[in-house]
Structures are given as structure tokens and as C-alpha cells.
């Protein structure tokens, strides 16, 4: 009887210890974010094989434009991407025919284009700087980390649902961070390339740029056509 109580004492003590080191780890799955096994995932340029047409508002500080997006046909290099810029101020059309790179970085635009193309690399296309591979499309997923002054944000997905835009009502993913008092905003359509719209601001409170999509022709894209 006696070596019985021996062996059981001995047993408390070992779970006791295991349940010790193992409750730390436990612990903290709590603050994991547990992404669906079945959530989608998107990268800048995703759907772009189905030539959709995306026209987008974009405002950059004083300076706003459309700018009609065309999707071209893959060759067997790589993909085009025709761009019209109507500034809002003007009768003007710029028009730009590029080759798409796998971070949307463009070159030999003309200077006419420039000035545009500059602005549209830090609105539409600046994604790319988190999404070039696949990220998920479920809520809680983070995209990537951000460094404001002495400040480290996250860009994650925090919030999903069917939300009505200039093109018209969508399933979306809603990204964002904080700065300072503000939150920036970039919304995410699955199988369209790039953001359908964004809302961003700079350290001062300032808004430093929105950009919406408010036409889209997409027959052949799959949840569009």
C-alpha cells in the first residue's frame, strides 16, 4: 500500500510539473489569430488574367484624375496594362501602354504620364508592398508590419462583409492601421488585381489621399461576370 501513495505522489508531482511548462504555451494560443483553413488568398495582380477594365478616382494632396485601367491579354512573356489619365482639371487625356512586373513597377513612361504614374504608385499600385505573394482574406490576418516614427503598426483585416462602392456592392476584405487619431483603410475584392478603394492619412491627421474604383467591367471574372 505503501509504494502505491509513492507512485501516486510521484504522478501528482510529474502532471504538476508538465501542466507548469505546458500552460504558458496554452496560454497564450489565446491571442493567436486562427485563420479558416478554407480562407481565400490575393496578391496584387490576382484576376488580372481575366482582362478586367477598372476605372478609378484618385486624390493626392490638390491633385486628382481618373485613371481607366486596362487589363491586356497575356503574351508569352509577360502581361500589358493600357492606362488612361483624364486630370480633373482638364480636357487632357494622357494615354500609357506598360508592361506589368511582378511588384508593379513601371519605366519609360513618358513625361507627359509621369507626374501621374508617380502619384498612382503610391495610391493604387502601393499594395505591392505587402502583397506581391499571398496573403489571406480572413479576418484577423495580418499583411505585414509598419514602422511610423517610434510607433509599430500592423496592417491586418479587420473587417469583412458586403460593402457598396462606386462600381457597386461587393463581398470585401477591409485592411488597415492606425496613425495617430486616424485610421487608414485600403479595401480588397477577391479576384480583381488591385484595391477597389482607400482612405489614408499622414502623421498630422491630414488626409493625404483617397482612390476609389467606380467603374469595373469584368465579364469573365469569376463572381463578376
Excluded at 216 to 224: D, E, V
Aim: charged share 20%.
Amino acid at each position: 500500500m505503501a509504494n502505491i501513495k509513492i507512485v501516486a505522489v510521484f504522478a501528482i508531482i510529474i502532471v504538476a510539473a508538465i501542466a507548469g511548462v505546458a500552460w504558458p504555451f496554452f496560454a497564450n494560443l489565446q491571442g493567436i489569430n486562427v485563420i479558416p483553413i478554407r480562407a481565400s488568398l490575393w496578391h496584387v495582380g490576382k484576376g488580372s488574367q481575366y482582362e478586367p477594365e477598372m476605372i478609378y478616382q484618385v486624390s493626392f494632396n490638390k491633385t486628382s484624375f481618373s485613371a481607366d485601367m486596362k487589363f491586356l491579354p497575356t503574351n508569352e512573356k509577360n502581361q500589358g496594362l493600357l492606362i488612361e489619365i483624364k486630370p480633373s482639371n482638364s480636357s487632357q487625356v494622357i494615354t500609357q501602354r506598360v508592361q506589368i512586373g511582378l511588384v508593379y513597377d513601371f519605366t519609360d513612361i513618358s513625361p507627359e504620364a509621369k507626374p501621374y504614374f508617380d502619384i498612382l504608385d503610391q495610391t493604387v499600385f502601393s499594395m505591392r508592398d505587402y502583397a506581391t505573394e499571398d496573403k489571406y482574406l480572413a479576418k484577423g490576418a495580418e499583411w505585414g508590419d509598419l514602422y511610423i516614427g517610434a510607433n509599430h503598426e500592423k496592417l491586418a483585416v479587420t473587417d469583412v462583409g458586403k460593402n457598396s462602392f462606386g462600381f457597386g456592392t461587393a463581398n470585401s476584405y477591409m485592411l488597415s492601421y492606425r496613425i495617430g487619431v486616424n485610421i487608414n483603410k485600403f479595401w480588397v475584392v477577391d479576384n480583381l488585381p488591385l484595391p477597389v478603394k482607400a482612405e489614408v492619412y499622414d502623421p498630422d491627421g491630414n488626409l493625404q489621399y483617397t482612390y476609389e474604383l467606380v467603374s469595373l467591367k469584368a465579364p469573365l471574372t469569376p463572381g463578376f461576370s
